[in-house]
């Protein structure tokens, strides 16, 4: 088959591909097994992505981004996956955290934190899930009392992306504990000025080895009134649910970038593999699995570049993006673990990166909210 190409690519987008292959063979590829070890990509990977230019890709040129689209962020991601990493968090500093402040920030606030993630400088997470909170937001216990001139901020998160390193922090926190979702506001924490602020252990996970992902603690942590994102308390989760949609479609644009590596590296070993005197490839079973999981993806592949296209125009609404996010998480699943099976023993080898795969695919279907939520979102708007 010709290789595809998405309808919203474009020469510009070429050429950042290429880019961003080049600097991930390099900076990314060669450090897996390092980074798995320690749980963290390396503090100075930020920076060296900020020269280039592959942070904040979506953000406006005036606010030190690339004043590029979501395209731009969607080509990196893809180059990501096919880079054989899952350790580098750029998708939640660039194409969520920024996003917010973008969307929700006062022009100070802008102007003071946009670039300084853009160039890596500081590092962004959100800090949403919590021990007895995960995908049931309204439930969140950390709160946010206002002090004066200051928001107090008492509770814990886990399961932070980027946790260890981040300099700023988007809290959702409850500034009313009365009001339900009405009480819940986002309030910017900046680590390196919070006394009381505490990051805990790296996480250790089934998949995902390299990527950072804490526990953080906030004892009576002062944070300065004007951090509230909106200007407002009780905005945040509209906030939240605005926003939501652009992760879920990130997940989705991973996933399938995940499901197509997957393929590629199934075919490519039972074109070589031999058993009972012949290729692999030769047998009708091995060419038949491959023959689904290549229209698992093409079908996949068809319907995250129409979801990419709606979001290019400002019309992927939430519905559709907990579909691709369901849709595409599901899949890869089936398709790692179908392609897993072709490598026999091999596939169970960690040095394996279809092992590696396998593994990071199946919290897909958890974070950004699970597929069950997915499923009731598009349920109740039938």
Same mark, same amino acid.
């Given at each position: 088959?010709?290789?595809?190409? &998405?309808?919203?690519?474009?020469?510009?987008?070429?050429?950042?591909?290429?880019?961003?292959?080049?600097?991930?063979?390099?900076?990314?590829?060669?450090?897996?097994?390092?980074?798995?070890?320690?749980?963290?990509?390396?503090?100075?990977?930020?920076?060296?992505?900020?020269?280039?230019?592959?942070?904040?890709?979506?953000?406006?040129?005036?606010?030190?981004?690339?004043?590029?689209?979501?395209?731009?962020? !969607?080509?990196?991601?893809?180059?990501?996956?096919?880079?054989?990493?899952?350790?580098?968090?750029?998708?939640?500093? $660039?194409?969520?955290? #920024?996003?917010?402040? *973008? #969307?929700?920030?006062?022009?100070?606030?802008?102007?003071?934190?946009?670039? #300084?993630?853009?160039?890596?400088?500081?590092?962004? =997470?959100?800090?949403? &899930?919590?021990?007895? !909170?995960? $995908?049931?937001?309204? &439930?969140?216990r950390t709160s946010a009392v206002r002090d004066g001139d200051h928001y107090v901020v008492s509770g814990s998160k886990t399961f932070i992306t980027n946790g260890s390193q981040a300099d700023l922090i988007i809290v959702v926190a409850k500034t009313d504990r009365e009001q339900g979702a009405h009480g819940i506001s986002l309030v910017v924490v900046e680590a390196g000025q919070a006394d009381g602020f505490r990051r805990g252990r790296i996480l250790d996970k089934i998949g995902l080895k390299g990527q950072d992902t804490?526990? *953080? @603690?906030?004892?009576?942590?002062?944070?300065?009134?004007?951090?509230?994102?909106?200007?407002? %308390?009780?905005?945040?989760? =509209?906030?939240?649910?605005?926003?939501?949609?652009?992760?879920?479609?990130?997940?989705?644009?991973? $996933?399938?970038?995940?499901?197509?590596?997957?393929?590629?590296?199934?075919?490519?070993?039972?074109?070589?593999?031999? =058993?009972?005197?012949?290729?692999?490839?030769?047998?009708?079973?091995?060419? @038949?699995? *491959?023959? %689904?999981?290549?229209?698992?993806?093409?079908? &996949?592949?068809?319907?995250?570049?129409?979801?990419?296209?709606?979001? *290019?125009?400002? %019309?992927?609404?939430?519905?559709?993006?907990?579909? #691709?996010?369901?849709?595409? $998480?599901?899949?890869?699943?089936?398709? !790692?673990?179908?392609?897993?099976?072709? @490598?026999?023993?091999?596939?169970?080898?960690?040095?394996?990166?279809?092992?590696?795969?396998?593994?990071?695919?199946?919290?897909?279907?958890?974070?950004?909210?699970?597929?069950?939520?997915?499923?009731?979102?598009?349920?109740?708007?039938?």
């Amino acid at each position: 088959m010709a290789p595809h190409r &998405s309808p919203w690519m474009t020469d510009d987008l070429d050429r950042l591909r290429e880019l961003a292959r080049e600097f991930f063979a390099k900076e990314l590829t060669p450090h897996q097994q390092r980074w798995a070890q320690r749980g963290h990509v390396d503090r100075e990977l930020w920076n060296k992505a900020g020269e280039v230019g592959l942070l904040c890709l979506s953000i406006p040129e005036r606010y030190g981004g690339g004043g590029g689209t979501f395209a731009h962020e !969607a080509v990196v991601l893809e180059e990501q996956a096919r880079a054989m990493d899952s350790a580098f968090g750029h998708a939640v500093h $660039s194409g969520i955290v #920024a996003h917010y402040l *973008l #969307a929700y920030g006062t022009e100070e606030q802008k102007r003071r934190w946009l670039p #300084a993630l853009a160039t890596g400088e500081l590092v962004g =997470a959100i800090a949403m &899930s919590e021990p007895g !909170a995960g $995908s049931d937001l309204q &439930s969140v216990r950390t709160s946010a009392v206002r002090d004066g001139d200051h928001y107090v901020v008492s509770g814990s998160k886990t399961f932070i992306t980027n946790g260890s390193q981040a300099d700023l922090i988007i809290v959702v926190a409850k500034t009313d504990r009365e009001q339900g979702a009405h009480g819940i506001s986002l309030v910017v924490v900046e680590a390196g000025q919070a006394d009381g602020f505490r990051r805990g252990r790296i996480l250790d996970k089934i998949g995902l080895k390299g990527q950072d992902t804490s526990e *953080l @603690f906030f004892d009576d942590v002062r944070v300065p009134a004007d951090n509230l994102l909106g200007g407002r %308390e009780g905005e945040g989760f =509209a906030q939240l649910m605005c926003q939501l949609p652009q992760e879920r479609l990130i997940i989705a644009v991973c $996933s399938l970038a995940a499901m197509e590596v997957s393929v590629g590296l199934a075919v490519d070993y039972v074109k070589q593999r031999k =058993a009972f005197g012949r290729e692999l490839i030769k047998f009708q079973n091995t060419a @038949f699995e *491959l023959a %689904e999981c290549t229209t698992e993806a093409a079908v &996949s592949r068809a319907f995250v570049d129409r979801c990419i296209q709606a979001h *290019l125009r400002g %019309e992927l609404d939430v519905p559709t993006a907990a579909m #691709a996010k369901w849709w595409t $998480s599901e899949r890869l699943c089936r398709v !790692a673990d179908r392609c897993l099976q072709l @490598f026999g023993g091999y596939g169970y080898m960690t040095e394996y990166p279809i092992a590696r795969i396998w593994a990071d695919a199946r919290v897909q279907k958890i974070y950004g909210g699970t597929n069950e939520i997915m499923k009731d979102i598009i349920g109740r708007s039938l």
